[in-house]
Every structure is written in C-alpha cells, then in structure tokens.
C-alpha cells in the first residue's frame, strides 16, 4: 500500500541550529511534493514544492531536497529561530492534480532559544 | 484570516443532530476541498470540487453531504456523526485543481458526543 512516513513525531533542536526533517514515501511515483507548516488551532500553509526533475529548492532560510531513488524529500531550516517551531507536514499527490493528495503525519519542530 | 474562513470554529453535537460547516474562499479560485485532520492521524482528503462540481470522494460515508452552490462556497452537511468522526475539519482553496499551492482555513473543531 503507498505510505507517507516523515521521521519523528518531534525535533528539539537549539536556536541557531540547522533543523532537518525527514520525508519517505513508498509505492508512490509522485510529479512533485509539497512541504507546508501548521501552527496549533491553525490550518496548514504552504511553504515550497520540489518537482521530480529538481534535486533541489530553496526560499529564504529553507532548503528542500527530492530524491526520488531513494523516495525521500528532506526539508532543512538554516539559522532556526524560535519562531519556526510548528508542525511540518509533507504531501504528495498521486495524479498530479490535486485530486489525491496524501499528507503525512508531521513533525513537530520546537526550536529553543 | 482573510483568505478561507470557517464557521463555526468550534461545534458540539450529539450523534442524531445535524448541523452543516462553512467555508468561504475570498481568493477568487476555482477549486475547493475538504479535509479531516484527527489527533495523531494524517489529513485525509475527503472531497474535491473544481467550478462547483465534486470530482473526487474519497471514499467518505454517506452521513457527511458536501455542497458547493458557487465557486466561493463550499458547505458540509453533517447527519447521524459517530463519536469517531470527532476531528479538526478543514476547508482549503486553490486556483485550480491543478495548482499545487493550497490555501487551507482555521478549520471546525467538531466533537461528538
């Protein structure tokens, strides 16, 4: 069956550190996936999408990486600060349309100061 | 939030009541979902609408009756709720059904009891 496993239920890492969050699907040939953040009592926000021809995506202090030997996206926060400390959630959509898109669980990041 | 708003934030009901959720997209796109989102679980797509019309259930029991009478309005009818169908409901617009970026709203705190 396809799954979506991201790699820890929480990270604890200090300010200034490099956060890195874990992203493995199976069974899936996604076109691209997504990386959104959710705050608590908050609906998700979209952060940055990496196609399946680029091994590489960046936006201000976040770096997203899309291996797809491996199945694996791994999405960095450079210099974390305190305020990045929310939920993570990847997403893939199976037929490229948002028609079927699957969210994994996420990773709650906490970043203290 | 002004972009997708949800009401109400929060709802109680019993499991014979029913009751609908709100959505309301000020973004002007064409395409609007619904998600549940439950404790330690991952969000599940549960319905898919593109210019009013549903082109996508996934698989979601008949007592929950989604409705899109335009373009900036989607609603959720609830009927007969189980005590399992207690989640965080969340209501998201894009552009079109092809475009990847998601816009999701506060969602509706549901409980039954």
């Known amino acids: 069956s396809q799954k979506i496993e991201q790699n820890s239920e929480a990270l604890n890492i200090q300010e200034g550190k490099t956060a890195t969050l874990t992203c493995n699907y199976t069974?899936?040939?996604?076109?691209?996936l997504q990386w959104y953040r959710q705050d608590p009592g908050r609906g998700p926000v979209f952060l940055l999408l990496?196609?399946?021809?680029?091994k590489e995506k960046r936006k201000e202090r976040l770096k997203v990486t899309f291996d797809t030997t491996l199945k694996q996206s791994l999405f960095h926060i450079t210099a974390s600060q305190p305020a990045d400390s929310a939920t993570y959630l990847c997403?893939?959509?199976?037929?490229?349309?948002?028609?079927?898109?699957?969210f994994g669980a996420g990773t709650r990041l906490t970043v203290k100061p | 939030e002004t972009g997708v708003t949800q009401t109400p934030r929060h709802l109680v009901m019993g499991m014979t009541n029913k009751k609908s959720l709100k959505c309301e997209q000020h973004?002007?796109?064409?395409?609007m979902y619904w998600y549940k989102q439950s404790a330690k679980k991952p969000l599940e797509l549960m319905f898919v609408?593109?210019?009013?019309?549903?082109?996508e259930n996934n698989s979601v029991p008949s007592r929950f009756s989604p409705e899109c009478p335009n373009s900036s309005h989607l609603f959720l009818h609830l009927h007969t709720l189980q005590p399992e169908d207690s989640a965080l409901y969340l209501c998201?617009?894009?552009?079109?059904?092809?475009?990847?970026?998601?816009?999701f709203g506060p969602g509706t705190r549901l409980t039954v009891t």
């Open positions: 998201a617009s894009s552009q079109d059904p092809g475009t990847y970026e998601q816009y």
């Open positions: 069974n899936y040939s996604p076109a691209y």
């Open positions: 990496i196609r399946e021809n680029e």
């Open positions: 997403a893939l959509d199976l037929r490229g349309n948002n028609n079927d898109m699957r």
């Open positions: 973004l002007g796109h064409n395409a």
């Open positions: 609408y593109s210019l009013e019309e549903r082109v």
